[in-house]
């Protein structure tokens, strides 16, 4: 029995260091990581930073446990013992180790993380269906389940998402970010992220929240003007990729970045099908 809680403290830790990649990790306050204009990243996902592993433990920043002993590298630093030491002894962490480590566990920067990407996903499907429902290839499988309430109900939820992946900000002690950071494009002047794209981010969300608010306003607006406002759609779409590609620490890592820019392209190329389609369409015309 006494094995087996052992063990079970083990894995408790290491799932809680996993996410702790921002932005000084699991470092003592003794050991101070010179960032510079870097972007702070965990790659491997030990709870260590990438700069943190070159300047201080010596550790490879792409392979969560250096000495191969089963214990991620972050977790030896915690307990105290040498993460390129194979034969340092490698035995579960105590009881007050375990303990204090839940007290620090971040929690806004995991909602942070998790609603920027429960956001994009909403944001995508909006799209999708909005292009989709007018591509003469996909229309025919679209069309069949697509409903307007859905389409609005989806943006609705991105734009939701997109407000607790802001406010979360307002709780992370790392950043220190206030209300104006959060809502006035380029009023933060952090050095900690790329305030330009954290702008493009900001933008994003007030031009979908036009959108969302106008489309369940749709019968008591002028339909021109609904629809050139729903032209803001692309432009929202790209700002909140360049925000999320510069600014997400996820993106450092190589899978969920090409995961994020392909079905970003998913996109692009079902509007220039459409496009191709329409001039086609036209050129035929004229041909006739």
Known sequence: MKTGKLKFKTVVLAVALLAMSFPAGIATAENNVDYGDQVVIDSDLDGLTDQAEVQIYGTDPINPDT??????????VVRGTD????????????????????????????????????SFGFLWITIFLGLAIRNPW????????????FHCFTAAAAVF????????????????????DVAIPYFSQATIID???????????YMMAIMTVTSYLRQHINHWLWRVLHFLNPLAFIFAVMHGYQNGTD??????????????????????????AVIWGKFNKKSA
């Open 67 to 76: 000495d191969g002993d089963g214990i991620l590298d972050g977790a030896e």
């Open 83 to 118: 993460p390129q030491d194979a034969d340092d002894p490698a035995t579960a962490l105590g009881e007050n180790i375990a303990g204090n480590l839940g007290d620090e566990t971040p929690w806004a920067w995991y909602v942070v993380r998790a609603s920027g990407f429960v």
């Open 138 to 149: 996909l229309k025919k499988f679209i069309e069949p389940a697509y409903s307007f309430d």
């Open 161 to 180: 998402w997109t407000l607790v992946h802001g406010a979360g900000l307002l709780f992370d002690e790392s950043i220190g970010f206030g209300i104006k």
């Open 195 to 205: 305030t330009d794209y954290l702008a493009l981010g900001i933008m994003a969300f």
């Open 251 to 276: 993106m450092k890592n190589v899978y969920i970045a090409g995961a994020y820019l392909a079905s970003s392209a998913v996109l692009v190329l079902v509007y220039l099908s459409s496009l191709v």
